[in-house]
């Protein structure tokens, strides 16, 4: 579980982006200021830039990724013959909302980063 645990934190970073964030270090967040009141607005995605990131917006889709993979790996538990029916069946509701969520999230992270994608 130890080897698990170090693989799983080692791909959310890979994922996150860290090599970019050390190299290039971007903001955490960024802002945005309202034109009509003047009031600074955060933001926490770069709307219309592929190739750069804010940390959280990294770290956010990094997470999607990991709970899509959890969720797969609790419907390959789900599978186990030795397991109760409702421990087996708790296990694949788990495992279909995380891999539901994940994708969800991660196109609406797309349309917001890119707004005119698959229009």
């Known amino acids: 579980m130890t080897v698990f645990s170090l693989v799983l934190l080692t ?3 890979v994922v996150s982006g860290i090599v970019y964030d050390v190299i290039v270090e971007p903001p955490g967040i960024g802002s945005t200021q309202d034109p009509v009141t003047g009031t600074v607005r ?7 830039r ?6 959280i917006e990294g770290l956010s889709s ?4 990991v709970l899509g ?10 599978l186990d013959k030795n397991r109760a029916k409702s421990v087996k069946v708790s296990y694949a509701s788990a495992g ?15 349309r917001i980063k890119i707004p005119a994608y698959l229009r």
């Open 96 to 110: 279909v909302s995380s891999i539901v969520l994940a994708y969800v999230m991660s196109m609406l992270f797309i």
């Open 11 to 13: 791909y959310f970073m």
């Open 62 to 65: 990094g997470f999607m990724f």
């Open 50 to 55: 592929v190739n750069g990131q804010y940390i």
């Open 69 to 78: 993979g959890v969720g797969i790996i609790l419907l390959d538990l789900a």
């Open 42 to 48: 955060p933001i926490v995605f770069m709307s219309g």
